[in-house]
């Protein structure tokens, strides 16, 4: 075990120890799901939490009833709860919320609410805009033949799973918990993450120039994060962090006591100012993942940490060049995060490529694209060097072109698509 190697660190069949840099890369679907594995067996911790503070979170077991749903024959409708034929004597009124006496005589009603309890001995439910009143005050009219009230169990019955562990907490499901009856849930809490940014060559603001360039994912990644449902704080976005190895190792340090992910950009290579290697090596760091096969964006990582006190870090160094770090993020970071919040690997989506796309040889290539979602159909984009954003602002995300092929018109191909906000929908 290497000098410095925190103890429980992963074993072979996951990870290398520290992998040498002229290790061949992983292949980009293999790099995938070996981090997607990784994340889920750091799967966060468990527990209860109460439904108004669940948006953003994970079940971390199945959603259930706790009751039949409805739990009591519950009126469709405005109008009176008959028995037998009429016209019928009204004996009562039952309200939402109440519980009703049986009806026990042919002849008599009650008026009843939407969402009211049904007596027992009720033969039908009469509309109130299809009744009328005799002279003698009774009730008259023709119930429909369909029954207008809910039955016990229509929706779910008494233990039914409704939802299984892994699905994601969002406004819809915090109803239909507070319906079955739940105050708590078991979820996972969502991860934390943290940024630094390395280079001394970047500016934090204004144009570039003189030979120093703005920093643009410093900003960027950040946001990217908080669309995969990280929290993020300012405080946890350092940087530029100096490019000596005693800053990069105390930088890194200090982000890993509060975040479950670290993210860097720069360094990944192995140049005169590239200290994450090394910085990696001095905290004991293993690799997931040491490089991928995949254009742009082949300098990538994925390292993990185990600390002290026995909690699972990880480190993804992202490329410093804007593109190839979105890249990272959408092939190494995604499917990290799935794991750790115990939710299933994300499935690709597929669209019909409109216009050709090389291939990288050897290299899967994704290929920034914009999105016909009428047409189904995938249109790459200009302005797509590993360097630039403007093909990126554009896109919606990158086509999946495998190794020793070609995309051509009318090719069915995978699409990583770009993070979403809360609520939106894929295509």
């Known amino acids: ?95 939402a919320g109440g519980r009703p006496e049986p009806l026990t005589d042919d002849g008599t009603t009650v ?72 105050d708590t849930l078991r979820v996972r809490r969502p991860p934390r993450a943290a940024l630094l940014v390395f280079g001394d060559e970047l500016l934090t603001q204004g144009p570039p120039a003189d030979g120093r360039v703005r920093d643009a994912l410093g900003p960027a990644v950040p946001a990217w994060l908080r669309r995969y449902g990280c929290q993020v704080r300012p405080a946890d976005v350092v940087g530029p962090v100096a490019d000596t190895l005693p800053a990069h190792v105390a930088a890194l340090r200090s982000a890993l006591t509060g975040a479950d992910l670290v993210c860097t950009t720069g360094g990944t290579m192995h140049g005169p100012v590239d200290h994450l290697h090394p910085t990696l090596a ?25 600390g002290d006190d026995g909690r699972v870090r990880f480190v993804a160094g992202l490329p410093g060049n804007p593109q190839s770090a979105v890249v990272a993020l959408v092939s190494l970071v995604a499917p990290l995060l799935a794991g750790l919040r115990g939710r299933p690997m994300p499935v690709l989506p597929h669209a019909t490529l409109a216009e050709p796309i090389p291939g990288r040889g050897d290299y899967t290539h994704l290929a920034l694209v914009r999105l016909d979602r009428v047409a189904g159909t995938a249109h790459p984009v200009r302005h797509v ?37 809360p609520g939106e929908r894929a295509w």
């Open 385 to 421: 060097g590993s360097a630039m954003l403007r093909g990126l602002a554009g896109a919606d995300g990158f086509a999946v072109v495998r190794p020793g092929a070609s995309g051509q018109p009318g090719d069915r191909v995978p699409i990583v698509p770009l993070p979403l906000l």
């Open 282 to 306: 001095a905290l004991g760091a293993d690799y997931v993942v040491n490089t991928v096969a995949v254009r742009p964006g082949f300098p990538m990582l994925l390292a993990r940490l185990v």
């Open 1 to 95: 075990m290497p000098a410095g190697r925190s103890a429980g660190a992963l074993s072979t069949d996951t990870a290398s120890a520290v992998e040498p840099a002229e290790a061949p890369p992983a292949g980009w679907e293999e790099a995938r799901a070996r981090v997607y594995a990784v994340g889920l067996s750091a799967a966060l911790p468990a527990a209860s939490r109460p439904l108004a503070e669940l948006d953003g979170h994970t079940l971390a077991e199945p959603l259930t009833t706790r009751t039949a749903l409805p739990a009591f024959p519950t009126s469709s409708v405005d109008g009176w709860a008959v028995r037998g034929a009429g016209p019928w004597q009204v004996v009562g009124r039952v309200l």
């Open 111 to 182: 008026e009843i609410a939407t969402g009211a309890m049904v007596p027992a001995g009720t033969t039908a439910v009469l509309r109130v805009e299809e009744s009328t009143r005799t002279t003698d005050g009774r009730v008259a009219g023709t119930p429909r033949p369909a029954p207008e009230w809910r039955e016990p169990g229509e929706e779910a019955y008494a233990g039914e799973e409704l939802l299984p562990a892994g699905t994601p907490v969002d406004p819809a499901l915090i109803g239909l918990a507070a319906s079955c009856g739940h």
